[in-house]
């Protein structure tokens, strides 16, 4: 499983509350992303991160942010979340080009 | 930037039969094509994959065969079995240009009946 762990992994919260989601990762990779997973619309990237401190957009990024202070560490931030970022979110690293999924984190805003 | 369709998005086929799922995509540049197959409740999990440099590569029952020309790839399940059942998605992305984004399409939910 490359060595990818995902915190949460199940999270219920309120509409306008802050979120974060915690990806690590033991192999010291250095590409990370975020994607989330949504019935009809298969896996949609939201941002990436190549480096420490070096983070970038993907095709879903309104309303998330990321942050990356350590290799192993790659955190997605709700602001204030919204009923449509209910989702279920993987993290992934890229060895060699080819990406490897965590677990997954089951997120529902009510 | 880039775009990949998939079909058929479900797909049912008997036991001993064989699967074909179809991808197309749109930027001419991509030459990573890599296949997960995900079942419920889990993480996808990257099967088989191919580099645009090959035109088919096969692991067991499963191969991937790639048209650069068309610009559209297919996986091939064959001797299928129930525990092929899932989820499978297909998906494109420019490797060695730095990021290895991957562009996803929406997903096959393949059953086999028994």
């Known amino acids: 499983d490359a060595g990818i762990t995902q915190s949460p992994r199940h999270k219920v919260t309120e509409t306008g509350t802050p979120v974060t989601l915690r990806c690590h990762q033991t192999?010291?990779?250095?590409?990370m992303y975020w994607y989330r997973q949504d019935p009809g619309h298969g896996l949609r990237l939201i941002h990436y991160s190549y480096g420490v401190k070096d983070t970038d957009k993907g095709e879903v990024s309104d309303g998330y942010s990321v942050s990356r202070s350590k290799t192993e560490d790659f955190l997605l931030t709700l602001e204030s979340a919204t009923s449509s970022q209910t989702s279920v979110y993987f993290c992934?690293?890229?060895?060699?080009?080819?990406?490897?999924f965590g677990p997954g984190t089951r997120l529902t805003v009510t | 930037g880039e775009n990949v369709e998939q079909h058929p998005s479900t797909l049912s086929v008997q036991e001993g039969d064989s699967a074909v799922i179809k991808c197309t995509y749109s930027d001419s540049a991509s030459n990573y094509f890599p296949w997960y197959k995900q079942e419920l409740g889990k993480r996808p999990q990257l099967i088989i994959d191919?580099?645009?440099?090959?035109g088919e590569k096969k692991d067991q029952r499963i191969a991937v065969t790639l048209n650069k020309t068309a610009k559209h790839f297919s996986l091939h399940i064959t001797e299928t079995q129930p525990e092929d059942s899932a989820v499978y998605f297909c998906?494109?992305?420019?490797?060695?240009?730095?990021?290895?984004?991957?562009?996803f399409g929406k997903g096959t939910k393949l059953s086999v009946i028994p």
């Open positions: 191919i580099r645009s440099n090959v």
């Open positions: 192999e010291n990779h250095r590409y």
């Open positions: 998906a494109a992305s420019v490797s060695g240009a730095g990021s290895y984004q991957l562009t």
């Open positions: 992934a690293i890229s060895q060699s080009g080819e990406q490897y």
